[in-house]
């Protein structure tokens, strides 16, 4: 999937991909969605996953997809993988056909996210 319009869904969002990055994509969401009531979204052409405030991103590119966190930071000891992106909170997992994921690590991931934003608050607040 390349950069251009926004999905008019997030169904239409997993829709527009294929092969690899749809099925992780699909798992990913599926685990997301299990691991704590998250609103979904389309923001800035990603799948958003909402929790007090923006929490968790799906973004497919061309040969990579980003599982990004906006307190990606904070969830470095649960997955080292997470690389700091930006000068804020943000981190993100970078997946390619070859990287191994597994529904429970989105998911205690996911879980993990989602009590920060609720114990913290909305990371796009301004304080």
């Not at 299990?34 to 061309?62: H, Q, Y």
């Not at 000068?87 to 989105?106: H, P, Q, R």
């Amino acid at each position: 999937m390349t950069m251009g319009p926004a999905a008019e869904s997030p169904d239409a969002y997993i829709a527009a991909l294929s092969g690899w990055q749809r099925d992780r994509c699909e798992m990913m969401r599926a685990a997301i969605m299990d691991a704590a009531p998250f609103d979904e979204t389309i923001k800035w052409t990603n799948l958003v996953f909402m929790a007090n405030g923006p929490c968790i991103l799906i973004r497919a590119e061309e040969a990579r997809v980003l599982l990004g966190f906006w307190r990606g930071k904070r969830l470095r000891d649960l997955d080292p993988r997470i690389k700091a992106s930006g000068k804020y909170e943000l981190g993100n997992l970078v997946l390619t056909e070859t990287t191994d994921v597994t529904a429970e690590e989105v998911a205690r991931l996911a879980a993990a996210a989602h009590r920060l934003n609720v114990e913290l608050g909305n990371p796009a607040a301004r304080t």
